[in-house]
């Protein structure tokens, strides 16, 4: 079953390897989910796979979402997320959806939400140079021209300017898993992973653009 997982970042740590080096890893609670949802292409014209994860209180669930849940479980969740896929077989509504699915060497793309900065300015948020920081100059960390004048009497969209930096989604293409721990549905990977933590994450097997698809996931 080549679906991805849903998780909680949990922090950064170190392993050593064979050589005694230290490799930077993250740790990752992730799951256990549950298939909420089949999708498929006579019904819903795409074929996917939702998966569900962490327990949600019910206050926090309108009645369309609880009603949609409980064809699957009895547990209301609070995160979903859909994976698309070739062939259905093999899943079955209800399901669980555990890091067992995963395995060391594997390389996998793990998705989540930067850390956000606030508003910014040049060099924090896009690495502008700085002018001098001498007693004389009046450019210290201005960002310098933005545009001509007369022609063309405006600034261009998309000018990298001050403004919100991070807070985004970002992906984090082709890391490693360094561990797997079935027991405490663990999973190590090499490397960091976007978001602070306790954030949530998506980790899916690694896609490489212009190859097939690992495992019938689009």
């Known amino acids: 079953m080549s679906i991805g ?3 909680k970042k949990l922090g950064m740590s170190q392993f050593f390897d064979d050589q005694g080096r230290a490799v930077p890893v993250t740790l990752i ?3 256990p989910c549950r298939i909420t949802q089949l999708k498929s292409s006579d019904t819903d ?3 996917a796979v939702q998966i569900g994860f962490g327990v949600a209180r019910e206050k926090l669930i309108n009645k369309p979402a609880q009603g949609h849940l409980a064809k699957s479980g009895e547990d209301l969740l609070r995160y979903l997320s859909e994976f698309r896929v070739q062939d259905l077989g093999g899943l079955e509504l209800g ?3 555990t890091v067992s699915n995963f395995e060391v060497g594997q390389k996998v793309d793990v998705s989540g939400n930067s850390m956000g900065r606030g508003f ?3 060099q924090k948020r896009h690495g502008f140079s700085r002018g001098p920081m001498s007693h004389g100059s009046k450019n210290h960390r201005e960002p310098g021209s933005t545009g001509a004048g007369t022609t ?3 600034i261009y969209p998309g000018k990298r300017m001050a403004g919100r930096y991070g807070g985004k989604q970002i992906t984090t ?3 490693t898993i360094i561990k797997v721990d ?3 549905n663990l999973l190590v990977v090499k490397g960091s992973v976007p978001g602070k933590p306790g954030s949530l994450l998506n980790v899916r097997h690694a896609r490489r653009f212009g190859t097939q698809p690992v495992g019938g996931v689009k």
């Open 5 to 7: 997982i849903l998780g």
């Open 29 to 31: 609670e992730a799951g």
């Open 45 to 47: 014209g795409y074929s």
């Open 95 to 97: 399901a669980p959806v």
């Open 120 to 122: 910014s300015g040049y």
């Open 152 to 154: 063309p009497g405006r």
């Open 173 to 175: 293409r082709g890391l």
């Open 182 to 184: 079935n027991e405490r």
